[in-house]
């Protein structure tokens, strides 16, 4: 299609009329909004269905049955209303109905889009999206605060948590996994903000790594045998970098034959092995009492005899008996934590365990983290919205009050093209790291020649 327009000198001149790409919909077909005049026809059958539909019963019954009763009852409703509408928006306002009663409302078409990573609510109108690292506003809304607080009411009950202005803060998860964080006024001041961090429903592998460029195909082995000779390993990076990620695939490395305990905040790891024991932490109770830290369960599962623990991420006084269990026999260990480089993640390991009160000396601090971790990998969202594994340093030991580390690999950045991609290199730095013989005694075979200044691989 054409359109016509005129030039300052009166010309007349025909330009194509701009369409949205095949792989971008308009907004109403890709999260199926309802006019104004649907809308407010939903709104209105949506209150009758309310006054009939006994909703205790509903828990009654299975999620089909469900459907089929409100489906049902609002086609009825509509006959009676004589609603002037198409099949199609039919359809389409008991659909939006189904998500109201048994769903999360608005979110329900949001949490069915797989190429959406984070949805972020910030208040009942406004909604945004990331999609391939790159934030994007989304047209839905909330009718109201009442509509939105309704929504999360749901979310947290789901999995026993509560929210409420003596508890205006908390974390849950959705039934897939997704993390989800909540906080309502008085702490937000423009109306409740919700937080999901989408679950990955299809497990991605180290093999989907190297594709999507995260990691070169020359350091593949090399992770694996680092997991596999049983080094303890910390991920380091800035949120939504990819730390939870990478820490699902390498875990895939560890033996079937091993003894796994995970323990995190909120679920999120996705351990394939058969031997592995979830532990997950409790806030307190309406009596701010029941509470069961990560640094309780750290506790715990030392009585429990595990092969290895993995901490879904350290973020206070358990930092300390992650170290302890680190040194005293649980070999092949794993964590995440915020940071911004690796020798940032020591500094963090350093002030948390600061926070528990216990007085070290920094030169015992600083050996004994020296003598737990072994290696430390860095992730980054970089400014393309690619997730990159950056570096790879290993802890050498100490000298004098001074932590001595070793960079093993490294992302070196080079520039941003035409397109906005950042164009880098992988590159090995040269450095045969000192755990290479331990590797020998575990019987893993790894060419030397990986670690040589050569092995280089362009990425865009």
Same mark, same amino acid.
């Given at each position: 299609?054409?359109?016509?327009?005129?030039?300052?000198?009166?010309?007349?001149?025909?330009?194509?009329?701009?369409?949205?790409?095949?792989?971008?919909?308009?907004?109403?077909?890709?999260?199926? @909004?309802?006019?104004?005049?649907?809308?407010?026809?939903?709104?209105?059958?949506?209150?009758?269905?309310?006054?009939?539909?006994? @909703?205790?019963?509903l828990d009654h019954i299975s999620p089909e049955e469900t459907r089929q009763q409100i489906q049902s009852i609002c086609k009825q409703l509509m006959e009676k209303q004589e609603v002037r509408f198409s099949y199609q928006d039919r359809q389409k306002i008991i659909q939006h109905i189904? *998500?109201?009663?048994?769903?999360?409302?608005?979110?329900?078409?949001?949490?069915?889009?797989?190429?959406?990573?984070?949805?972020?609510?910030?208040?009942?109108?406004?909604?945004? +999206?990331?999609?391939?690292?790159?934030?994007?506003?989304? =047209? +839905?809304?909330?009718?109201?605060?009442?509509?939105?607080?309704?929504?999360?009411?749901? %979310?947290?009950?789901?999995?026993?948590?509560?929210?409420?202005?003596?508890?205006? +803060?908390?974390?849950?998860?959705?039934?897939?996994?997704?993390?989800?964080?909540?906080?309502?006024?008085?702490?937000? %001041?423009?109306? =409740?903000?919700?937080?999901?961090?989408?679950?990955?429903?299809?497990?991605?592998?180290?093999?989907? @790594?190297?594709?999507?460029?995260?990691?070169?195909?020359?350091?593949?082995?090399?992770?694996?045998? %680092?997991?596999?000779?049983?080094?303890?390993?910390?991920?380091?990076?800035?949120?939504?970098?990819?730390?939870?990620?990478?820490?699902?695939?390498?875990?895939?490395?560890?033996?079937?034959?091993?003894?796994?305990?995970?323990?995190?905040?909120?679920?999120?790891?996705?351990?394939?092995?058969? *031997?592995?024991?979830?532990?997950?932490?409790?806030?307190?109770?309406?009596?701010?009492?029941?509470?069961?830290?990560?640094?309780?369960?750290?506790?715990?599962?030392?009585?429990?005899?595990?092969?290895?623990?993995?901490?879904?991420?350290?973020?206070?006084?358990?930092?300390?008996?992650?170290?302890?269990?680190?040194?005293?026999?649980?070999?092949?260990? @794993?964590?995440?934590?915020?940071?911004?480089? =690796?020798?940032?993640?020591?500094?963090?390991?350093?002030?948390?365990?600061?926070?528990?009160?216990?007085?070290?000396?920094?030169?015992?601090?600083?050996?004994?983290?020296?003598?737990?971790?072994?290696?430390?990998?860095?992730?980054?969202?970089?400014?393309?919205?690619?997730?990159?594994?950056?570096?790879?340093?290993?802890?050498?030991?100490?000298?004098?009050?001074?932590?001595?580390?070793?960079?093993?690999?490294?992302?070196?950045?080079?520039?941003?093209?035409?397109?906005?991609?950042?164009?880098?290199?992988?590159?090995?730095?040269?450095?045969? =790291?000192?755990?290479?013989?331990?590797?020998?005694? *575990?019987?893993?075979?790894?060419?030397?020649?990986?670690?040589?200044?050569?092995?280089?691989?362009? *990425?865009?």
């Amino acid at each position: 299609m054409f359109t016509r327009t005129k030039t300052p000198d009166n010309r007349l001149i025909e330009e194509p009329v701009p369409t949205l790409p095949v792989d971008q919909p308009e907004p109403e077909t890709r999260y199926s @909004l309802l006019s104004a005049a649907a809308e407010e026809c939903k709104e209105r059958i949506y209150g009758e269905l309310m006054k009939i539909l006994d @909703l205790t019963l509903l828990d009654h019954i299975s999620p089909e049955e469900t459907r089929q009763q409100i489906q049902s009852i609002c086609k009825q409703l509509m006959e009676k209303q004589e609603v002037r509408f198409s099949y199609q928006d039919r359809q389409k306002i008991i659909q939006h109905i189904e *998500h109201e009663i048994i769903g999360l409302g608005p979110l329900e078409p949001l949490l069915a889009d797989k190429t959406i990573s984070d949805i972020l609510v910030n208040g009942t109108n406004s909604i945004y +999206l990331e999609r391939k690292g790159k934030l994007e506003r989304c =047209p +839905l809304r909330f009718t109201s605060d009442r509509h939105l607080t309704n929504i999360i009411d749901r %979310i947290v009950s789901r999995v026993g948590r509560r929210i409420d202005e003596s508890s205006p +803060l908390v974390d849950a998860r959705l039934e897939d996994g997704s993390r989800v964080n909540v906080i309502i006024p008085p702490l937000a %001041i423009d109306g =409740p903000v919700l937080s999901i961090r989408r679950f990955a429903v299809e497990r991605l592998s180290m093999e989907n @790594l190297i594709k999507l460029g995260t990691v070169p195909d020359f350091l593949a082995p090399v992770l694996d045998a %680092i997991i596999k000779a049983r080094l303890n390993v910390v991920i380091s990076g800035g949120t939504g970098s990819g730390k939870t990620t990478l820490l699902n695939i390498l875990s895939a490395c560890i033996p079937d034959s091993d003894r796994i305990i995970t323990i995190e905040d909120s679920a999120e790891l996705q351990l394939q092995q058969p *031997h592995t024991v979830r532990l997950e932490s409790r806030p307190a109770n309406v009596e701010n009492k029941g509470e069961i830290s990560q640094r309780d369960l750290v506790r715990n599962s030392l009585r429990m005899r595990p092969d290895r623990i993995v901490l879904g991420e350290v973020r206070g006084a358990e930092a300390l008996d992650m170290l302890q269990a680190m040194n005293t026999g649980h070999d092949g260990s @794993l964590s995440t934590i915020h940071a911004n480089a =690796p020798r940032d993640a020591l500094s963090r390991i350093e002030n948390m365990i600061a926070m528990t009160g216990i007085n070290f000396s920094v030169k015992a601090l600083r050996s004994q983290i020296a003598s737990a971790i072994h290696v430390i990998i860095q992730v980054q969202r970089q400014q393309d919205g690619k997730r990159r594994l950056v570096s790879v340093q290993e802890i050498n030991g100490m000298e004098g009050d001074i932590i001595t580390m070793s960079e093993i690999f490294r992302f070196q950045r080079q520039g941003i093209d035409e397109n906005g991609k950042v164009m880098g290199e992988f590159m090995a730095t040269g450095i045969v =790291p000192s755990f290479y013989p331990a590797l020998k005694q *575990h019987g893993i075979d790894l060419p030397i020649e990986v670690f040589s200044e050569e092995r280089r691989e362009s *990425h865009v």
